[in-house]
């Protein structure tokens, strides 16, 4: 007989958009859509969502602990982002996580990978 | 206008050094501009937390805190004198605990309000401990129209009450997701609603008697129900585990995805479902074990698609139009996840709107595939079950993002979740 027990024992973790720490420099802008949990650029003053590989990151974009349940996080007013400092962040998948300390970078969705695109890696 | 006010016992940068200091001096907040109280640290703090009148208020545990009061009373009350949006949440992957260490005469609510003023209280993250006392049960509030969410929640140690969890007779919705409750072993029911209560129960694990009381002197038109992707532990009494048969439910819903075991069986008493409703389908379930798997209450047809019966001493009595059937051993591995050669493995009947298994994990594996019987999805490894030597043009609708931005200085530290990595941006 297989076991059940305790089988949700462990909470889920945090889902991306969360900072972690203390010494993490996060910033507040206005949202125009940008996504919580990945990497957004801004435009026109306000953070949006990544469009290209191209575009320059202005960071992670955090979840607003203040908003009702009901509110969806992408339509907040404001957003906090982290520019430094340790974030969850959502993550291309991969077949095989990479090493700790492993370079990242930044996909054309704002999400993180471990592949730079490069033809034969970084 | 909200406030956000901070507690620590070290009182640093002008922080409360109770909570109860705190929510003394905040003001209720709004619609989308709710008042906040952050614990900042991992203390504890024995004291009662009552928000009066206060509105649209939440208590964000920052660290693993502990609320361990030793007071004979519900820990947290709300609502007393008008309708209360109250949220518990946590910050920075924070476990906080509620860990009651009174001795009570009788048994009590963690989370308390009243009969007249609704309360909609959102619990997510928080971890429910009690330490002493004779019977400790989650919540109770039968003001008509009262909302309970759990989220990621968990319910450890005890003593938990004999009689039920959670006492929300007239509450317009239940909704109880990602959560363990696996220990409230000695609760014979999980959840007292009202007649017309929608119920949402997804991801959890729960052990009880039965899972869904129905308290109301006739039936209401009835609620919606979603119970997906749960495992069930039932045990070997005399009882329906999820009985449909009181008024509840009358417009709908899905049973799918779950397991009902009975772990000390097999069983020739416990009945996993009883419904009079033909608009409740029975989909993709693993029944192990048990007396009766599913009964029908009066004259009608009950969908019963592609569910999984072994071990049990009974399976779908009456009138159930059944289908698909598996009646093999599912072959569930240590963990409860499907071994390789499990005949649950895409013999599902297909359930567009079921897009994850218990673990979050997307369904049907490989995409495009088909639907597992069971809360588990098998993770096939090659994502593409059909690999097609023929270059086919047919664009991605949602093509692959390309790596590639090189203008950020970060470094991979750990996954927390599947696709979610904790990372450090320098």
């Given at each position: 007989m297989a076991r059940f027990d305790n089988i949700t024992t462990e909470i889920p973790p945090e889902g991306a958009g969360e900072a972690y720490g203390s010494t993490n420099i996060i910033l507040t802008a206005e949202n125009d859509g940008a996504k919580v949990g990945r990497f957004a650029k801004f435009s026109n003053g306000k953070l949006v969502p990544m469009e290209s590989a191209d575009d320059t990151p202005a960071g992670v974009v955090l979840r607003d602990l203040t908003l009702p349940v009901d509110t969806d996080p992408d339509d907040a007013p404001l957003v906090d982002y982290l520019v430094k400092g340790l974030a969850t962040v959502e993550a291309d998948p991969v077949e095989g996580l990479p090493e700790i300390g492993a370079r990242l970078y930044v996909t054309a969705d704002g999400r993180v990978s471990d592949a730079s695109g490069d033809e034969g890696g970084d | 206008m909200a406030t956000h006010l901070v507690v620590n016992k070290s009182g640093d940068d002008g922080a409360y050094t109770t909570i109860a200091a705190a929510i003394a001096a905040t003001t209720s907040g709004g619609v989308g501009d709710w008042s906040t109280i952050t614990i900042d640290d991992d203390g504890m703090y024995d004291e009662l937390i009552d928000f009066g009148a206060l509105d649209y208020i939440k208590i964000i545990a920052a660290d693993n805190c502990i609320i361990a009061l030793t007071y004979a009373l519900s820990p947290v009350t709300m609502g007393s004198t008008a309708p209360a949006n109250i949220q518990f949440d946590v910050a920075n992957g924070a476990k906080p605990v509620l860990a009651p260490a009174a001795s009570q005469a009788e048994d009590l609510p963690l989370f308390a309000w009243g009969d007249t003023h609704a309360v909609d209280l959102l619990v997510n993250g928080w971890k429910f401990r009690p330490t002493a006392g004779t019977g400790w049960f989650i919540a109770e509030g039968k003001a008509p129209g009262s909302v309970l969410k759990l989220d990621s929640c968990e319910a450890s140690d005890g003593p938990w009450t004999t009689d039920k969890i959670l006492k929300l007779d007239k509450a317009v919705s239940l909704t109880v997701l990602d959560c363990n409750m696996e220990n409230v072993e000695t609760a014979e029911v999980f959840a007292q609603i009202g007649p017309e209560t929608i119920v949402d129960i997804q991801r959890s694990g729960i052990e009880a008697d039965t899972l869904l009381a129905i308290e109301g002197p006739t039936a209401g038109t009835g609620g919606e129900l979603s119970v997906i992707n749960n495992i069930f532990v039932l045990r070997d009494v005399d009882k329906v585990f999820l009985d449909l048969s009181d008024g509840v439910n009358a417009t709908g819903g899905l049973i799918a995805h779950n397991i009902f075991a009975c772990l000390d069986g097999p069983s020739t008493l416990v009945t996993a479902i009883k419904t009079p409703y033909n608009n409740v389908d029975v989909n993709n379930n693993i029944f192990m074990g048990l007396g009766t798997v599913g009964t029908i209450d009066g004259a009608v047809t009950v969908t019963a698609n592609n569910n999984c019966v072994y071990d049990c001493n009974a399976g779908f009595v009456g009138n159930w139009a059944e289908a698909g059937t598996v009646t093999m051993d599912p072959k569930l591995g240590d963990d409860g996840d499907l071994e390789p050669d499990s005949p649950c493995i895409d013999a599902g009947v297909d359930i567009p709107t079921v897009t994850v298994d218990i673990l979050g994990r997307p369904r049907p594996s490989p995409e495009g595939g088909k639907w597992d019987i069971g809360p588990w999805e098998f993770q096939?490894?090659?994502?593409?079950p059909d690999p097609d030597p023929d270059p086919d043009p047919d664009p991605d609708p949602e093509p692959e993002p390309e790596p590639g931005n090189e203008m950020i200085n970060a470094t991979f530290v750990r996954e927390v979740a599947e696709n979610v990595w904790l990372i450090l941006v320098k």
């Open positions: - | 096939h490894d090659d994502p593409d």
